[in-house]
């Protein structure tokens, strides 16, 4: 199995970053891609952001489209997300995720992560 080992969460006032990290470990040669997805109190768990492992294709909620940035450090088995301008909104358990096709809806997930919580005051 997969064990994806998750980082990096914490408190911020609106307009802060952060930057989650998120490690694999362990074999799954049919996973396709890596994500974050978050879950917010009483809500479902969204997509977030995506990156493709074979090439540099990103894919983001409109969201988080231009302040969330998704990269990779191949060597490392790492992906980030660095989050920028953060909301209120953004308040929610991130989760990170490796699965299928291009990991943008829940179903495609194989493995998850513990969840870190980001919280953003205003």
């Known amino acids: 199995q997969v064990q994806l080992v998750e980082s990096g969460g914490g408190l911020v006032q609106a307009g802060g970053s952060l930057r989650l990290s998120c490690a694999a470990s362990g074999r799954a040669f049919s996973n396709f891609a890596m994500g974050w997805f978050r879950q917010a109190p009483g809500k479902e768990r969204e997509f977030a952001a995506s990156?493709?492992?074979?090439?540099?294709?990103?894919f983001y909620a409109d969201s988080v489209k231009g302040r969330f940035t998704i990269s990779r450090d191949n060597a490392k088995n790492t992906v980030y997300l660095q989050m920028n301008s953060l909301k209120p909104e953004d308040t929610a358990v991130y989760y990170c995720?490796?699965?299928?096709?291009?990991?943008?809806?829940?179903?495609?997930?194989?493995?998850w992560s513990q969840g870190t919580q980001v919280t953003v005051s205003s």
């Open positions: 990156i493709i492992w074979r090439g540099d294709n990103t």
């Open positions: 995720a490796s699965g299928r096709a291009f990991l943008t809806i829940a179903t495609q997930v194989d493995y």
